[in-house]
């Protein structure tokens, strides 16, 4: 697969990382293996994953950020996997982790406000589609990347859903042995040598284009769906649920 470059194309270029952050990269890398590996996993799903890399098209995976750490070392069956990941410089060191891992990159964020930063977005946007369209691509994405709210969906993910016809397949997975951390994310860091509990949701069909009520609902089942799966295993794995932010005008 061709490296991305940092405007949210699929194939060229990426921009040059320093040295240590190539070394960070690698590190990351290798630390995602080392826990994928040494976790025991208990699966939930899996007939739905199976199920969606049956499909002879595109599909949307959706993870809240919190989770995102151990996603590019899941296995797919040689299927094409490409990530939404942030035009930030945090993204660069994303990228450069997926690259690792054979995983393309679209760089860009709807979160970021002005004129080149829109363009920015709508180039990752159409870059995340062709991939979806003509690629057949799975495609990694966090609803509440970069900037949350924490664990409310965005639009972006159910939009390219619809306008391409792919299904959201919910994933999210919990640890019994790693901390939380105290970013917006509340990121989860697992240790190796745990056990963990790797859950894949039920997919969602996208209604049909223009049908502004029918996505309304959609945004909402898969904000849920994200959820319910993921307090799913964090309760398998004893801890309490993460509240997610209030919805806007909410106390």
């Known amino acids: 697969m061709g490296a991305p470059d940092g405007s949210g194309g699929i194939g060229r270029k990426r921009r040059a990382l320093p040295f240590f952050a190539r ?48 996603m590019p070392g899941w296995s797919a069956d040689g299927r094409r996997r490409v990530a939404m990941v942030s035009a930030s410089r945090d993204g660069d060191l994303t990228a450069a982790v997926c690259a690792h891992f054979g995983i393309d990159a679209v760089r860009g964020s709807s979160h970021h406000h002005g004129k080149r930063r829109n363009k920015g977005a709508l180039r990752a946007y159409v870059g995340a589609r062709q991939a979806l369209l003509r690629k057949k691509a799975l495609l990694g994405i966090s609803p509440d990347g970069p900037r949350g709210p924490l664990m409310r969906a965005q639009p972006g993910a159910a939009q390219l859903s619809i306008e391409t016809g792919s299904p ?16 917006w994310d509340r990121f989860l860091l697992p240790f190796p040598f745990g056990r963990g509990v790797l859950i894949w949701g039920a997919p969602l069909f996208p209604p049909a284009k223009g049908d502004a009520d029918g996505a309304a609902r959609y945004l909402a089942d898969m904000e849920a769906a994200l959820t319910t799966i993921t307090n799913r295993a964090d309760e398998l794995c004893g801890h309490g649920p993460v509240p997610a932010d209030p919805v806007a005008g909410q106390p």
């Open 23 to 70: 070394m960070g990269a690698l590190f990351i890398a290798f630390y995602i293996r080392l826990v994928n590996a040494t976790t025991r996993w208990q699966v939930e799903g899996q007939e739905n994953l199976d199920q969606m890399l049956a499909r002879d098209g595109g599909v949307v995976f959706a993870i809240w950020h919190g989770r995102l750490l151990l």
């Open 168 to 183: 959201v397949l919910p994933v999210s997975y919990s640890v019994r042995w790693g901390r939380f951390l105290g970013s």
